[in-house]
């Protein structure tokens, strides 16, 4: 095994192993003393969101039996919903009513975006968010942009996507989501990973989604399926040189996940697992140009530590298979910001890939919303070869978190990463509005 190598799987093994074996404390509000039968449920300090929105998501309901454990749990399910700074629960002994007290953020985010990445992309554009539609829990999100390659000399065009979400609907375990985006950009094309030319994309794409609970009461936890449908239609027109691997078409996916969300959340942090499995396929001739399988999983841990500060250590597994993947790309693309740092965007290009994040988070004391970070990333993407340790690629390096509690899921992230291994050896510095998972 070569140094590199084993000096990254020795590190990984050893903060998985660090991950697991330290005793995590309980958080949240001291309960109130709770004996009796619950005469009503209240709740006060939500201007926007509704009653019933709060009501569906705990199991308290008149009528119930008061236990501290009750309170507990509605607690921290209105809090899991990622609607409101805090929330507080009383019970008045006398009239034997419930009260929870939330405290709400803002679910309008409008939000400009003019950035430069690592990768020396220029994005100008922006996006549009509502976080608590009409205070039911849904969400609308509205983005555009436009980006160029090469600090704007580059390849470059523009993205432009809709997005409407009910996680579940009234009195049922079901949810939704629709989207729709389009795309129309000048790319590279490779064959065999050389370039071979640059061809105009222009891609039109639908997505439609279902979610069903599995698991019993109210809340957003627990097992789930989503059976999902995605078309696209995509367009390669040649601009110079040659089309390579890229083939223009239609494709219709059909796509099912099996996960289990155990994620609970805290006022400045997360903690909890969540895991999950997606099979995705397509067939020629149905509605679509192309077939193939793709088979994935994912595993995260958001594990607290016994501080005063804050302190968390975040780990994220995904691993891949696919026999082949739509228009002539791989299945699984590798790079970048939002999966190994310290590489340019889709350096990892192939049909198998393994990929691990690990992140030490600690608040400065007086600031608990804003904590450094601790940083490694580690990649592996394969077709048919075996694998080996001397694939393996890594990034290393630290950051800054700021979690702005005002809003809904909206944490600015910046990272130094440097990339170790082949195609690595550079310094690059990402930004972002939310964490990486």
């Not at 100008?124 to 608590?132: A, K, P, S, W």
């Not at 590279?188 to 639908?206: C, P, T, W, Y």
Request: charged share 25%.
């Amino acid at each position: 095994m070569k140094p590199t190598s084993h000096l990254i799987f020795s590190t990984l093994l050893g903060l998985v192993v660090a991950c697991t074996s330290v005793t995590a404390p309980l958080y949240g509000q001291t309960m109130p003393v709770c004996d009796g039968v619950i005469s009503d449920v209240i709740f006060t300090g939500n201007k926007v969101t509704r009653d019933r929105t709060l009501e569906q998501r705990i199991d308290l309901r008149p009528g119930s039996l008061c236990t501290a454990e009750a309170l507990a749990n509605g607690r921290q399910a209105i809090m899991n919903t990622g609607l409101f700074q805090d929330v507080n629960v009383s019970f008045d002994e006398v009239t034997s009513q419930v009260e929870f007290t939330v405290t709400e953020r803002h679910y309008i985010l409008p939000l400009p975006r003019i950035s430069r990445n690592a990768d020396g992309e220029v994005q100008l554009g922006g996006q549009l968010r509502f976080d608590n539609v009409k205070g039911l829990g849904h969400k609308f999100k509205l983005a555009a942009r436009r980006e160029q390659e090469d600090d704007g000399k580059g390849n470059g065009g523009s993205k432009a996507s809709v997005r409407y979400e009910i996680p579940r609907f009234f009195n049922s375990d079901f949810g939704a989501t629709i989207g729709v985006s389009a795309i129309s950009r000048t790319e590279d094309a490779f064959d065999n990973e050389v370039e071979v030319g640059i061809v105009k994309r222009r891609e039109r794409a639908l997505n439609l989604g279902v979610s069903r609970f599995l698991a019993p009461g109210p809340s957003l936890q627990g097992f789930r399926v989503d059976v999902g449908l995605s078309f696209v239609d995509r367009e390669y027109t040649l601009e110079e040189g040659g089309f390579g691997t890229l083939v223009s078409g239609t494709n219709s996916e059909l796509r099912v996940k099996l996960s289990n969300n155990q994620l609970q959340l805290d006022e400045y942090r997360r903690r909890g697992t969540q895991y999950g499995v997606v099979l995705a396929l397509a067939k020629e001739g149905v509605l679509s140009d192309f077939s193939y399988v793709r088979l994935s999983a994912f595993w995260r841990l958001y594990f607290p530590l016994v501080s005063e500060a804050y302190e968390n250590i975040n780990v994220q597994l995904r691993l891949g298979a696919a026999n082949r993947g739509a228009f002539g790309e791989p299945s699984f693309l590798l790079g970048g910001s939002s999966t190994l740092r310290g590489f340019p965007s889709d350096a990892l290009q192939g049909e198998k890939m393994a990929l691990a994040n690990i992140e030490y988070l600690r608040s400065f004391r007086r600031r608990p919303g804003l904590r450094w970070a601790l940083i490694m990333d580690f990649a592996a993407v394969k077709n048919d070869d075996p694998w080996n340790f001397s694939d393996l690629r890594g990034g290393v390096g630290g950051g800054f978190r700021w979690k702005i509690r005002s809003f809904v899921n909206t944490d600015l992230r910046l990272d130094i990463a440097y990339g170790l291994g082949t195609g690595g050896g550079e310094r690059k510095v990402y930004f972002g509005t939310n964490t990486l998972f």
